[in-house]
């Protein structure tokens, strides 16, 4: 029975390669015999199906004659029983080990055989730390320093793990490579699988002698006084990344990242929102009845703003880019005044004979 490739795959007969392909490394990802959820049968199908349409020629003659035409697609009847798209030889037929190469992280390549670039220096781990900073240190920006023991660069054998003056020689374990390959029986039959060398870390040299301040390694811990920059706007709990300011990498592998996180001490003025600042000033009786202009300080200097007559306690009041500045040099936010009318605790004979006088004309 003539096999639907194209339905198998789940692409329509016009699906371009790069349809194809998609589709394909999908399916392989999801049926993959190591997986848990994995179906060899399944895996080898989808394998047969992408060996013909991603192939110009061998899909023109599948489209004319389909899986049972005289060109015999149909697994172990292909090439006299010799594989063909998929057949007998196991589940890996013709597969594209490039492009499963691609779909694994380069592993697959080993499984079968293939070839594996070499492992190499390792890049250093990233790190995280904290930073406690003022409201105005957020405000202004500023520039702080910290201290950090983390892996640094040996200064004696300035990461190279070799002592000074050593000889250099190629592995003899890997010859070389950098890469042990061994052969291991499975269901599958024989599998190759290739790893880094241990003895040489992947690097395929060793020195006559390892330097005896790190003993080989690249790496000491020490301390390290870094510099941090904090930007105008920064928030609480926000980071900072400061890329290469984490753990140095071995033997001159990229050193990994650093992520400050930052906790900002609150105003005992302000509240903050995002980049708009709140606050609540007090305003007299007379004030919020006949208007005014009072002072409010920001929190760089100190501004007018226009009371209207018949103003109501509570309301708020916009002053435009007297806020937080924004990340990255966009501006200010908003400072929102609010105004609370205070009523005074005790009054003068005078004040309460003008007050009585304003209770009995209605006011």
Known sequence: MSKDYYNLLGVDKNASKDEIKKAFRKLAHEHHPDKGSGNIDKFKEINEAYQVLSNEDKRHQY?????????????????????????????????????????????????????????????????????????????????????????????????????PGAKIDKCKTCNGSGKIRQVRNSIFGQMAT??????????????????????????????????????????????LKMSGKGEAGSKGAAAGDLYISLRVSPSNKFKREGENLFVTIPISITQATLGDKVAVQTVENEVKLKIPAGTKSGKQFIIRGKGMPKLGGRGYGNLYVEVDISIPNKLTRDQKKLLEKLQKEGL
């Open 63 to 163: 489209d004319q004659f389909g899986s049972s035409g005289p060109f015999g697609f149909d697994g172990a009847r292909a090439n006299n029983g010799q594989g063909g798209f998929g057949g007998s030889q196991g589940f890996s037929g013709g597969i594209n080990m490039d492009d499963l190469s691609d779909m694994f992280g380069g592993g697959f390549g080993d499984i079968f055989g293939g070839s594996r670039r070499k492992s190499g220096p390792q890049r250093g781990r990233d790190i995280e730390s904290s930073m406690n900073i003022s409201f105005d240190d957020s405000y202004y920006g500023a520039e702080k320093t910290i201290q950090l023991r983390k892996a640094i660069v040996c200064e004696h054998c300035k990461g190279d793990g070799a002592e």
């Open 194 to 239: 290739v790893g880094m060398c241990s003895d040489c870390d992947g690097e395929g040299e060793t020195p006559s002698q390892k330097c005896t301040k790190c003993n080989g390694q690249g790496l000491s811990e020490g301390i390290e006084q870094i510099k941090v920059k904090i930007p105008a706007g920064i928030g609480n709990d926000q980071s």
